[in-house]
């Protein structure tokens, strides 16, 4: 009792001395935001004791809001177990050509990458270049047993969520092992120039990333080192494929060159590896006559700690609107459910996932590890990050193009009044950077809502992305708590629509995730 008393005293501090006279539901929203993103709870960082006394805040609420635990063992609390990892030094790679050898610089012409299924990698052979390192670019190339270098992007001409998933490192290093290399180069191409450079990549460097113990690893052919213009530069130096050509026929969109480049590179990286226990929190609501079907709404509960001072002097990132709002609107919707006397068709499963902001880790796992029957889940509607301080017209619901769910979203929405929208920033690859893409890998229609650029909402997104994303300032105050109520009854109309819909949902025809990861009708 005097740790929780201790927790809540920066709570009652913190309090106005005249506090903004809310609605019921509103005070219910902002209370659960108010204690998850007080400071007491220290950025809620992934394997935090901040963290673990969030993970029970949530799972009293659940209790409180008529749902029955959903975790493990008949519990509350789904362990995941964690594996953080981070290069333990700056590796080495040299590059051979003919009798000249060549060491590049670390920071400056590469970075090495950790590799937590391989700890220690050490790799020497030929360098071919596959261009983006799709399967098509493979077409006439032997890289068994040697290094290939791709673009740290995909083909241009695929839609904008497929070019994010296979431009990602791991499905880069996925193709090249089905092809028999050794290892992947990763290159820094364009558009991962223009949003995210090398130069500025260095400073994150030798941070810790995560991943969970047992999960899918990219092959035999690590991705081991991640090579700037510069490097790139000396590494195609001297070969038939010219480096200024690579980078022209990617900026204008053209197929990129490829093959041998006549060099020999030889890396080896060391990773540090450690482990940790966070929790998932998940609690359901029976359905009726489909309650072995499940509709699960996701939210994730971390944030990333306590880290470098603001102008003010202020350490503790506090992820008020990342995405303590949305953990809080999907308990509001969980109690909305309750408060209706009407219990849904199919079964509602509530689940506040870990380490998100490690990349989507706790979502991972538990869609690889379900807590309830392995193809009973039918769908996820994601909440993440909903920016609440503008009078909202219309949503964005990624992946609502390629399922059922897409269609029901809509019209959810529009019986709210508001429109369903397109993705407007497709260049910043927002498919992949949520949690319902882990339900999309396991084979589940899945979407993520966030709020639209319509009326005042682009410049209010453009403000908050640039002033308080992962800034001590994304606190409480910002929140405009009548929007925080229109969100939880469209999030509530959106999830009751699922779960009631006559038939369960299914991939499109044809849809390219609903085929790769064998979703119900793509074929």
Do not use: C
């Amino acid at each position: 009792m005097r740790h929780l008393l201790l927790l809540a005293l920066p709570l009652l501090a913190a309090a106005p001395a005249a506090a903004q006279e809310l609605a019921p539901d509103a005070a219910a929203l902002k209370a659960h935001v108010q204690f998850l993103a007080s400071d007491a709870m220290k950025g809620r960082d992934t394997g935090s004791p901040e963290l673990a006394v969030a993970e029970q805040y949530v799972a009293a609420q659940m209790l409180a809001a008529g749902l029955k635990p959903a975790g493990a063992n008949g519990g509350w609390l789904q362990p995941v177990p964690l594996v953080a990892y981070k290069a333990a030094d700056h590796g080495s790679l040299v590059l051979t050509r003919g009798a000249t050898r060549l060491p590049l610089e670390w920071g400056k012409d590469y970075l090495a990458r950790a590799t937590p299924a391989a700890p220690k990698v050490a790799v020497s052979g030929p360098v071919v270049f596959a261009g983006y390192g799709s399967e098509a670019e493979y077409k006439g190339l032997d890289v068994r047993g040697a290094i290939v270098a791709v673009l740290r992007d995909s083909p241009h001409s695929l839609p904008s969520d497929v070019r994010a998933h296979l431009g990602q490192p791991e499905e880069q290093a996925r193709t090249a092992a089905a092809h028999g290399a050794a290892g992947v180069l990763l290159l820094e191409g364009n558009a991962r120039h223009a949003i995210f450079p090398f130069a500025e990549s260095v400073a994150y460097a030798e941070d810790e990333a995560m991943t969970w113990q047992g999960a899918p690893g990219t092959g035999a052919a690590p991705p081991f080192a991640y090579l700037g213009f510069d490097g790139a530069a000396k590494l195609f130096a001297g070969s038939k494929i010219g480096w200024d050509a690579v980078l022209a026929a990617d900026k204008a969109s053209k197929p990129l060159p490829r093959g041998a480049l006549g060099v020999t590179a030889t890396g080896a990286t060391t990773t540090a590896v450690r482990t940790l226990t966070a929790n998932n929190v998940a609690g359901v609501l029976e359905g009726t006559d489909k309650k072995d079907e499940y509709v699960v709404l996701s939210a994730h509960l971390d944030h990333v700690g306590v880290g470098k001072a603001d102008a003010t002097g202020d350490t503790i990132y506090n992820g008020a609107m990342d995405n303590a709002v949305g953990t809080a609107a999907m308990l509001e919707v969980a109690r909305r459910f309750q408060a209706s006397g009407k219990r849904p068709h199919r079964s509602m499963l509530f689940v506040a996932v870990t380490a998100e902001e490690q990349g989507l880790v706790g979502s991972e796992y538990f869609a690889a590890n379900p807590t309830v029957p392995k193809g009973s889940i039918v769908a996820d509607v994601n909440l993440d990050m909903p920016i609440l301080t503008y009078d909202f017209v219309d949503l964005v619901a990624y992946g609502a193009d390629r399922s059922s769910v897409g269609k029901l979203v809509e019209q959810a929405a529009a019986a709210e009044g508001v429109k369903l929208v397109p993705d407007p920033d497709p260049e910043q690859a927002y498919f992949v950077r949520s949690d319902h893409y882990s339900f999309v890998k396991a084979g589940i229609p899945a979407v993520s809502l966030d709020l639209g650029p319509g009326g005042p909402g682009a410049a209010a997104s453009k403000e908050f992305v640039e002033k308080h994303y992962h800034q001590p300032s994304d606190e409480v105050g910002l929140i405009d708590w009548k929007q925080g109520l229109r969100f939880v009854s469209l999030n509530y109309a959106i999830a009751r629509a699922i779960a009631d819909a006559d038939q369960r949902p299914v991939w499109n025809k044809g849809d390219f995730f609903g085929t790769l990861y064998k979703g119900p009708m793509a074929k």
